[in-house]
């Protein structure tokens, strides 16, 4: 079983549509659960930070996280063609090294 | 405020040659860690550096290896290239003690 599996897409959404990624991880060890998103040939953004079950809310983007399940969701609302990227789950244990999901694509059609 | 810095942004090898990578972290962060990201995948962890020693290493060869210097900025060197190093290599920069980690550009190697 893999580390940290993540939904593979691609998604394709109509603009002003809620998008939802979703990641789910094995190791009882993580404890900071993140989310970045990577434009085409760039480096990977950090666009949500949690380190706790529940809801996060920032702008347009929700973070969730349910560690009993284990399992992290991102939620885009009112998406936006700007919002095409790839995203990238990761998570952190004590260790400060970051384990990566594989990326979700996802365009938003104008 | 300058983010991470990365150079070069593109890079052609040959299989066999040895390549350099250069990273100058995020103003006042102090640790640089290494990724590298295959085409369609997500970044895998090389190592870390902190106080200009190795502090955490994920699963490769001894043909990677780091150096960081007393500004903290870092060097990533690949020996003996191989076809499968062909990726972007990606240098996070963070404070001791935070999780939050701030990616560069990249570096893209191609092996011929």
């Known amino acids: 079983q893999k580390e940290v599996e993540q939904d593979p897409g691609p998604l394709s959404v109509p603009e002003g549509a809620i998008v939802s990624l979703n990641c789910t991880y094995s190791n009882s060890a993580f404890q900071y659960f993140m989310w970045y998103r990577q434009y085409s040939r760039k480096g990977p953004e950090l666009l949500m930070y949690t380190y706790s079950s529940g809801n996060k809310e920032d702008g347009r983007f929700t973070a969730q996280v349910d560690k009993s399940s284990k399992y992290i969701s991102l939620f885009i609302r009112d998406s936006q063609p700007s919002d095409s990227a790839t995203y990238l789950c990761?998570?952190?244990?004590?260790?400060?090294?970051?384990?990566f999901g594989a990326g979700t694509t996802v365009t938003v059609r104008a | 405020d300058a983010g991470v810095t990365q150079s070069p942004t593109h890079l052609i090898k040959t299989r066999g040659q040895q390549v350099t990578l250069r990273c100058s972290p995020k103003s006042g962060h102090d640790t640089v860690s290494w990724y590298q990201q295959a085409l369609g995948q997500g970044p895998q962890f090389i190592f870390q550096?902190?106080?200009?020693?190795?502090?955490q290493r994920g699963n490769f060869p001894d043909r990677f290896s780091g150096h960081q210097f007393p500004n903290y900025s870092s060097e990533l060197n690949v020996n003996a290239l191989l076809l499968g190093d062909s990726a972007l290599y990606l240098c996070a920069s963070s404070k001791q003690g935070t999780d939050t980690q701030y990616f560069g550009p990249g570096t893209r190697l191609t092996v011929l």
């Open positions: 990761a998570f952190c244990s004590n260790d400060y090294k970051l384990s």
């Open positions: 550096y902190y106080e200009e020693e190795e502090r």
